[in-house]
């Protein structure tokens, strides 16, 4: 076990595991963690630093686990303690760290304290506000004497009183807890959240739900400036943890210089930076975002994060519109300063599911606002057997998907899966990537040109027909085929050593 390093985060590629979706070990049809136990030989071919655990504390899995019942415990469905305990040991015996997702901002409905009418530990009010759900609908849910308990997302995840000292502690202790069990890490869930503006004010008029306004308007429930407290209270827990313990926010905030005051020596280590996720492909608009990034993570003073999905957005693959893009999106990515946040089973180049049957669908969000994040959500395909290694799973694998499956793309040279490792592989030896610094080369409008120093160019043709690279140098690695002349076709990216310089390995 090699894992050392405090700083590891600044520059790890992290794979995010859906643990009900990723790899089912007993056969109920739901993944486990000895399920990733049995990936974990998987994960470190593929390359991955670190993995990054969505919920899988005990819950009712209204909303797929975001809503916890017990901080400190597996929900038999996913496995035991024990199975975590095993699972962490031998993660970092492959030099794979572990993070694991935590939730302050609610729990689940079922949650002890909610069940035994704690209601000084949420936010019960005699009058609701305007304040809606994310999910859609009112915020607000009336219980039987009248009363109204305030929820941001659905009505089975109450939000907790962050006034109250005892939640404060609590979390203190919930984080102690798994960081004595050996985690690497946090991602804080709606990390803006938490604290609401006193009083509990109206949001006022607007033009459409509130949902839109997220990210782009101060609302009196998000980003608050009390959270910030929390977040000193957390920190001198984490560091006093060896081996570099970090903190990722999901955080939606107005601006970046909003964002910049979650991170810090006495704060948060890094936020998830959506906006490359959120660009179209066409390199105007990937240059703009990565400006825009780069100029952030200066402001926060540590490096950024890239991410092209995740469990709440539909894959890249579908929102880019081809495989082809999507492999060259990948390939700029990780290609890029920072860090890198994979989703699992985009190794595999797979698709949003489009055509789920309603009644299969799970999200509440579709069920609130008609928007399903199911599509994301479909098992993952290990085999190419009937169920491609999945029986009975809680959503249907569609029966194509065994042309995608992990067996099948092991040994094709020319499979997603065989980029993804080629491009880990590279960035861990390569000197150029990683962390440091780029610098943009001239290109036509359509070519996005980056050259990381020493010595390594990106190109990525966005553009309607073949372009020549540009620069001299060796290919190292091209997201598709190139033309005889060397030229890069459209919907392609290249890493080219250019010629003089100093490859990595
Ligand atoms: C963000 C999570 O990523 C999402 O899946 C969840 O529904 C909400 N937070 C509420 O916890």
Redesign the pocket.
């Known amino acids: 076990m090699l894992l050392g390093n405090d700083d590891w985060w600044r520059d790890a590629v992290v794979y995010q595991v859906y643990p009900r979706s990723f790899a089912d070990a007993n056969g109920d049809g739901t993944g486990d963690l000895q399920g990733v136990r049995g990936r974990l030989d998987y994960l470190a071919r593929l390359g991955v630093d670190a993995i990054w655990l969505?919920p899988f504390y005990t819950s009712p899995l209204a909303?797929?686990g975001?809503?916890v019942a017990d901080y400190r415990d597996v929900d038999p469905r996913f496995g035991t303690l024990a199975d975590f305990d095993a699972l962490v040991a031998e993660a970092h015996g492959k030099d794979i760290r572990v993070i694991v997702?935590l939730?302050p901002?609610?729990s689940s409905d079922q949650h002890p304290w909610f069940q035994a009418g704690l209601r000084d530990r949420y936010i019960f009010r005699d009058e609701p506000n305007d304040w809606e759900s994310?999910?859609g609908g009112p915020a607000w849910t009336r219980v039987e004497d009248g009363q109204w308990y305030l929820h941001?997302?659905?009505p089975e995840?109450p939000d907790l009183n962050w006034d109250h000292p005892e939640v404060r502690a609590e979390f203190r202790d919930i984080l102690r807890f798994w960081l004595e069990r050996g985690v690497d890490g946090f991602r804080v869930?709606?990390a803006h959240g938490m604290v609401k503006a006193a009083g509990l004010p109206d949001v006022g008029a607007k033009d459409g739900p509130q949902a839109e306004m997220l990210g782009d308007e101060q609302v009196p429930y998000f980003d608050q400036d009390g959270v910030h407290d929390i977040y000193r209270e957390w920190r001198p827990i984490l560091d006093s943890y060896p081996g570099g313990r970090m903190a990722v926010a999901?955080a939606w905030v107005s601006s970046p210089e909003r964002l910049a005051r979650y991170i810090g020596p006495d704060e948060l280590h890094q936020a998830f930076n959506f906006e490359f996720m959120m660009a179209d492909f066409h390199a105007k608009s990937f240059r703009t975002v990565i400006e825009k990034s780069l100029a952030e993570a200066e402001l926060v003073g540590a490096p950024t994060t890239w991410v092209l999905s995740?469990?709440?957005k539909p894959r890249h693959v579908t929102r880019h519109g081809s495989l082809a893009r999507a492999r060259a999106a990948t390939l700029l990515m990780l290609a890029l300063p920072g860090s890198a946040y994979l989703y699992n089973g985009e190794e595999l180049g797979l698709p949003e599911v489009l055509d789920l049957p309603d009644e299969l669908r799970q999200?509440?969000?579709f069920l609130r606002r008609g928007e399903s994040?199911d599509g994301c959500r479909v098992p993952i395909p290990w085999t190419s057997g009937p169920g491609c290694g999945w029986r009975d799973p809680w959503l249907p694998i569609p029966p194509e998907w065994t042309a995608l499956s992990a067996e099948v793309q092991e040994d094709d040279p020319g499979s997603t899966l065989n980029l993804y490792r080629a491009a880990l592989r590279l960035r861990r030896r390569h000197p150029a990537l990683g962390g440091g610094t780029l610098s943009w080369l001239d290109s036509p409008e359509d070519v996005l040109a980056v050259e990381r120093h020493p010595g390594l160019v990106v190109v990525l043709n966005t553009g309607e027909g073949p372009v020549p690279p540009g620069v001299a140098g060796e290919v190292l690695l091209s997201s598709g085929p190139l033309a005889a002349d060397g030229s890069i076709p459209p919907d392609t990216a290249v890493w080219i050593q250019r010629s003089g310089s100093v490859a990595g390995d």
């Open positions: 969505s909303d797929g975001y809503d997702d939730v901002n609610h994310i999910f941001l997302f659905a995840q869930d709606v999901e995740n469990h709440d999200d509440p969000a994040r």
